[in-house]
Nanobody
Framework: QVQLVESGGGLVQTGGSLGLSCVAS????????MGWFRQTPGKESEFVAA????????TYGNFVKGRFTVSRDNAKNTVFLQMNSLKPEDTAVYYC??????????????????WGQGTQVTVSS
């Protein structure tokens, strides 16, 4: 069983930055690839970023275009999402997710086994 708790969401102006964190409970955190997804009301869940268990591989959604960086600290069971140059269309609830026991990144929500409760990010224009 893995529990995930996100933090760091909030309100920011267009062009600003926010850093999200997700702390995982349980052992063997470094064995789990971690992902970030986001969702707005009435829209499908959207892949944001993912990082392999080792931290050596990252991948991003097409819309990111170099603005976000995903990283992890396996000693602290934490994955991060640094978001820069934020736009109003980045407004969403952001969720972290874990691929239990799988090192490789995934881009589809069906590949993830555990989810956090989400944190709201609001970008004002």
């Amino acid at each position: 069983q893995v529990q995930l708790v996100e933090s760091g969401g909030g309100l920011v102006q267009t062009g600003g930055s926010l850093g999200l964190s997700c702390v995982a409970s349980g052992r063997s955190f470094s064995s789990n690839a971690m992902g970030w997804f986001r969702q707005t009301p009435g829209k499908e869940s959207e892949f944001v970023a993912a990082i392999s268990g080792s931290g050596l591989t990252t991948t991003y959604g097409n819309f990111v275009k170099g603005r976000f960086t995903v990283s992890r600290d396996n000693a602290k069971n934490t994955v991060f999402l640094q978001m820069n140059s934020l736009k109003p269309e980045d407004t969403a609830v952001y969720y972290c997710a874990a691929r239990f026991g799988i090192n490789e990144v995934g881009v589809d929500r069906s590949e993830y086994d555990y989810w956090g409760q989400g944190t709201q990010v609001t970008v004002s224009s």
